[in-house]
């Protein structure tokens, strides 16, 4: 498939090399979707920031999205900052010594296990929080097991047979999560699992969080299926639901700019050495693995095209990735746009090796760039000791 006919709206000449380049008008064209299933579904729609958390664009996600999920004391602190809300948590494990920190600046609070429910639980009350225990349906169409929050032997949630036949007193939610990248139909057939198992439950909480993985901003995503199901299920248990996209929130946003620095040839292979590393800056290329792609280029062979791996500066022999084909050979000083790099990437960055982090910028609506962060030795130094 030709991918060239694609081009990204930015002009290249203002951007710095690497740099991750978020576009305002696509940012607010997902978050124009995820206000209109909001409204129309009744759901709650939150940001969930392990999968996005450009802190910089959150005054135009408060327009939209009613505010974030955290997994994390600093995800927590990063809400309560930046969006100036408190934070849904939902974290494997809780800590003492953060507890009562993480407790003052959230409002919803899901526990990983009956266990820490019980340990932590009055110092919850004290401070008024809504509590929620995570269920594993264990039942998911995931097909990556890495990603896969129900796999056999899990860690994530209370399966129904450790759950017992009573809901624990004090909690007033249920919280699951079982989807990756997946459409409505996903949903709807979790959800059938999860009222097989849970089924008496929820006629005694108030609110049901049903994760993220909703790939609602996808181009084939069945936006009205997922309306129609969660209007059903609202209806049937008088709950509130709530959704935490990530993905969702920065999918198809922006990009990688990249510059080709040398050509490798070595046993019929050609790499072209870029300024951005998979393994530091691109993770999920090699953890998924997927293959992201690149501006001008072609997914299979043919006559006529030229074949390149890509290849990261970092002395990790797997940091690459390939093959990508272009109309015309490359030649270091190109400019190579690796697009779909605005989710889970910033969050999952490393300075490995010493590699320097990307800039980061915005295309702004006005059709201007805003560089709003450079990086440099001290981010890397201060991460170590």
């Known amino acids: 498939m030709n991918k060239s006919a694609r081009k990204p709206g930015i002009e290249l000449s203002q951007i710095p090399s690497p740099c991750f380049v978020l576009e305002e008008k696509l940012l607010r064209k997902n978050l124009e979707l995820l206000k209109y299933v909001s409204d129309q579904s009744g759901a709650e729609i939150l940001c969930a920031l392990k999968g996005y958390s450009m802190w910089s664009t959150f005054p135009m996600l408060k327009q939209y999205l009613s505010g974030a999920t955290a997994s994390s004391l600093h995800e927590a602190m990063l809400c309560f900052e930046e969006m100036g809300s408190k934070a849904h948590l939902c974290c494997p494990v809780y800590f003492d010594h953060e507890f009562d920190q993480i407790a003052e600046i959230s409002s919803h609070i899901t526990f990983n296990s009956l266990a820490q429910y019980h340990k932590f639980r009055e110092r919850a009350l004290q401070y008024g929080l809504e509590m929620a225990i995570r269920i594993n349906p264990q039942y998911s169409e995931v097909g990556t097991a890495m990603y896969n929050p129900c796999m056999p032997g899990s860690r994530?949630?209370?399966?129904?047979e450790q759950f017992g036949d009573v809901l624990p007193e004090g909690?007033?939610?249920l919280h699951f999560h079982a989807l990756c990248e997946q459409n409505a139909d996903s949903l709807v057939n979790v959800l059938k699992k999860v009222e097989e198992d849970f089924g008496p439950f929820l006629h005694q909480i108030q609110w049901l969080n049903m994760g993220g993985g909703h790939?609602?901003?996808?181009?084939?995503?069945?936006?009205?299926?997922?309306?129609?199901?969660?209007?059903?299920?609202?209806e049937k248990y008088n709950l509130h639901v709530i959704l935490e996209p990530g993905e969702a929130v920065g999918w198809q946003?922006?990009?990688?700019?990249?510059?080709?620095?040398?050509?490798?040839?070595?046993?019929?292979y050609k790499t072209a050495m870029l300024d951005v590393s998979f393994s530091a800056h691109m993770p999920d290329c090699l953890e998924m693995p997927y293959k992201p792609y690149i501006w001008g280029s072609y997914d299979e062979h043919r006559s006529g095209l030229?074949?390149?791996r890509m290849g990261g500066p970092t002395c990790l022999s797997g940091d690459f990735y390939g093959d990508f084909y272009f109309d015309k050979e490359l030649k270091a000083g190109d400019r190579l746009i690796i697009d779909d790099m605005i989710h889970y990437t910033m969050v999952k960055t490393t300075t490995f090796n010493g590699v320097n982090h990307p800039h980061i910028g915005i295309w702004q609506e006005d059709d201007s760039f805003r560089l709003v962060r450079s990086f440099g030795y001290e981010d890397f130094k201060n991460r170590l000791s």
Not at 215 to 234: G, M, N, P, Q, S
């Open 215 to 234: 790939h609602i901003t996808r181009a084939d995503y069945d936006v009205e299926l997922l309306i129609k199901t969660i209007r059903a299920f609202r």
């Open 253 to 268: 946003t922006g990009y990688l700019v990249s510059t080709v620095q040398d050509i490798i040839e070595a046993n019929g």
């Open 171 to 173: 909690l007033s939610g």
């Open 156 to 160: 994530l949630g209370v399966t129904r």
């Open 306 to 308: 030229y074949s390149y």
